[in-house]
Antibody, heavy 126, light 108 residues
Framework: QITLKESGPTLVKPTQTLTLTCTFS??????????VGWIRQPPGKALEWLAL???????RYSPSLKSRLTITKDTSKNQVVLTMTNMDPVDTATYYC??????????????????WGQGTLVTVSS | SSELTQDPAVSVALGQTVRITCQGD??????ASWYQQKPGQAPVLVIY???NRPSGIPDRFSGSSSGNTASLTITGAQAEDEADYYC???????????FGGGTKLTVL
């Protein structure tokens, strides 16, 4: 059974750096085709994809947030860490991590996130 | 604005069929995955790839794709299907991922 859980501060001040940790079990981030992604959702709004790290340390970022995001993995600890710099009140959201799979069948790439963590609400306020 | 466009809201009568669509240029090259989110809960994968359902997802959920449009169809909608639905796929550059703006499904 795959499980993921997000942890980190619930409240950060504007301009501070947010560090979130995703601790997972039931899979290894050294297995080919496996990744862990971060997605956020402001209150009452849509999901927003943030970043993804693959088993081979390939990292992908949202183009609009790339300058503020860093994603790293610690395979031995089964953890993925996301840092976001220069936090602003508009970054107030529930932050989710999710287990990702990428695979190719007859030259076609398939990708999905399953399952997701429960999410953690981060509020940015002074 | 998202590179994947969804209708903000759709309604369906109980037991009827509803199609939720997702449009974007990247869908000509990549398949979408679909997620169901109920209030206060994390999203749940319902469709991935060409038309694959994870274990535990009812077979009334199906997916399809044509041109720049991906579709999620619920055949015989149930009250418990009332939720927000999001599509996800690669962005137009192919280097990152993007979600659609979500569709709120109401079952009447």
């Amino acid at each position: 059974q795959i499980t993921l859980k997000e942890s980190g501060p619930t409240l950060v001040k504007p301009t501070q750096t947010l560090t979130l940790t995703c601790t997972f079990s039931g899979f290894s981030l050294s297995t080919s085709g496996v990744g862990v992604g971060w997605i956020r959702q402001p209150p009452g709004k849509a999901l927003e994809w943030l970043a993804l790290i693959y088993w081979n340390d390939d990292k992908r970022y949202s183009p609009s947030l790339k300058s503020r995001l860093t994603i790293t993995k610690d395979t031995s600890k089964n953890q993925v860490v996301l840092t976001m710099t220069n936090m602003d009140p508009v970054d107030t959201a529930t932050y989710y991590c999710a287990h990702g799979i990428i695979t190719m069948v007859r030259g076609v790439i398939f990708h999905w996130f399953d399952p997701w963590g429960q999410g953690t609400l981060v509020t940015v306020s002074s | 604005s998202s590179e994947l466009t969804q209708d903000p809201a759709v309604s369906v009568a109980l037991g009827q069929t509803v199609r939720i669509t997702c449009q974007g240029d990247s869908l000509r090259s990549y398949y979408a995955s679909w997620y169901q989110q109920k209030p206060g809960q994390a999203p749940v994968l319902v469709i991935y790839g060409k038309n694959n359902r994870p274990s535990g997802i009812p077979d009334r959920f199906s997916g399809s794709s044509s041109g720049n449009t991906a579709s999620l169809t619920i055949t015989g909608a149930q009250a418990e299907d009332e939720a927000d639905y999001y599509c996800n796929s690669r962005d137009s550059s192919g280097n990152s991922w993007v979600f659609g703006g979500g569709t709120k499904l109401t079952v009447l």
